[in-house]
């Protein structure tokens, strides 16, 4: 294992602590949630092999739902997050492409940059964990849910990057 | 057949992807089939250690709010005894006192926030409770269990877009039902109430004595707002509930010592019909 791995492998319990100890009683005016847990799949390095970006999404979500007695939603969730990363890396390619080990964080990238990036990966997550889990009964309120807690937890990832000395 | 394993080969990410959501959707739609609790929950030992530990420190910024309540259900309490010392004491009365017992355990994970919200508590099988038994706060119903391990329970809250309460309200409608339609957990929704019944604002909803999980007459709400439109068959009613759920930390589950008795009973008319 290389520094880089270790690092990873930090992360990934230091994201699910923060999600299952402090995050999972937080909701901001009744609406915003927020799951950060999603950082560790966005934040992992651009050439990531996809297998093993499906694999650690479904780890996460899948410890993430035992939590939230909600088995199966936030695993969906991620792994459908996870599936669509690549491809909207891809989409998002800057001119002369990426850097050889890069990842899509604040440091390495631009700001609009990673606005980009993660703003809608975010939104397609959040959109799938509400709909799944309440069903389109109550539309409009979902959706409130599904804006809010975008917000909210893209606010959180970037404050976790600007924080991390990383 | 070579053919076929290069092009799974080539569409392996896309491939891993559909079974994994599979998966995924196999457990959900296993959870959500109610009466089977899926096997995957809170209740295993290391996510509720978890769960214990951080409700152990959290309890503290509430230990004000909880001893007052605490101590409201205490008076509550000690005024039913004295009533039920001044009306009598015959033998059916016992009975029904005897009927059912109650179980005190802390809640250690809890959620109002979603559409479908489940509580962790931390007594299971070991301490006696087994599925489907009902759950009571401090003012009135909270859920019932749906799934306990050897230490440890999960929750069906009422708030839970399944859960559906057989209920009444008091002295002017026998059975209605109380549910929650997932916006606002400080209020249910009451279901069932036929237009020539005549209710007011501040009427109480109890439990009915109908099911099997809840004693009759235990708090559940009170009616906060009435509409109906000159074409429905029922009242569209809104009750403010008893409970906060936000800060229960203690509830009590209900066993009832007849239970086994009236589903025998029930299921053999049942079969004999």
């Known amino acids: 294992m290389n520094s880089r791995s270790i690092i990873l492998f930090l992360s990934f319990f230091l994201f699910l602590g923060i999600q299952v100890t402090i995050l999972r009683n937080l909701t901001l005016f009744d609406v915003a949630f927020c799951f950060i847990y999603i950082g560790f799949i966005l934040f992992l390095p651009i050439e990531t092999n996809r297998l093993i970006l499906l694999i650690l999404a479904f780890i996460i979500g899948f410890v993430v739902d035992l939590f939230y007695d909600s088995i199966g939603i936030h695993a969906a969730s991620a792994v459908l997050l996870a599936f669509i990363r690549p491809y909207w890396i891809n989409v998002l390619t800057p001119q002369g492409g990426y850097d050889i080990g890069a990842s899509p964080t604040l440091k390495q990238m631009n700001f609009f940059w990673f606005a980009s990036f993660a703003l809608p990966l975010i939104l397609i997550h959040h959109i799938a964990i509400f709909y799944i889990e309440g069903g389109s009964s109550l539309f409009f309120f979902t959706l409130v849910k599904v804006f809010a807690s975008t917000i909210f937890t893209y606010v959180v990832l970037v404050l976790v990057q600007l924080l991390s000395r990383r | ?273």
């Not at chain 2, 230990?63 to 033998?91: C, G, P, Y």
């Not at chain 2, 007594?123 to 269990?145: P, Q």
């Open chain 2, 1 to 273: 057949m070579q053919r076929l394993f290069k092009f799974i080969y080539q569409y392996r990410s896309f491939f891993t992807f559909i079974t994994l959501e599979i998966l995924c959707f196999f457990l959900i739609i296993q959870n959500n089939r109610f009466q089977s609790a899926s096997f995957f929950n809170s209740t295993n030992f290391v996510s509720a250690s978890i769960l214990n530990l951080t409700t152990d420190i959290q309890d503290y910024f509430y230990l004000d709010e909880v001893n007052q309540r605490l101590a409201e259900e205490n008076a509550r309490l000690q005024k039913l005894i004295e009533d039920q010392a001044i009306v009598d004491s015959t033998a059916i009365k016992i009975d029904s006192v005897y009927q059912f017992k109650f179980i005190t355990a802390r809640v250690i994970n809890n959620a109002t926030k979603w559409q479908n919200n489940s509580l962790t508590i931390d007594k299971g099988l070991m301490d006696g409770i087994e599925r489907e038994m009902g759950v009571l706060g401090s003012g009135g119903v909270v859920g019932k269990v749906r799934y306990a391990s050897n230490r440890y329970g999960v929750l069906t809250s009422l708030l839970h877009s399944k859960f559906t309460v057989s209920s009444r309200i008091k002295n002017k409608v026998e059975l209605c039902t109380t549910e929650w339609d997932g916006v606002d957990p400080g209020y249910v929704q009451i279901r069932f109430v036929p237009r020539h019944h005549v209710i007011e604002i501040g009427d109480s909803v109890l439990t009915s004595g109908y099911n099997a999980i809840f004693p009759k007459d235990i708090p559940i709400g009170v009616i906060t707002d009435i509409n109906i439109s000159p074409e429905e068959t029922f009242y569209s009613i809104t009750a403010k509930l008893v409970n906060d759920f936000s800060t229960l930390s203690y509830v009590h589950v209900v066993v009832n010592r007849f239970k086994i008795e009236k589903d025998s009973i029930e299921s053999l008319i049942i079969s004999n019909e």
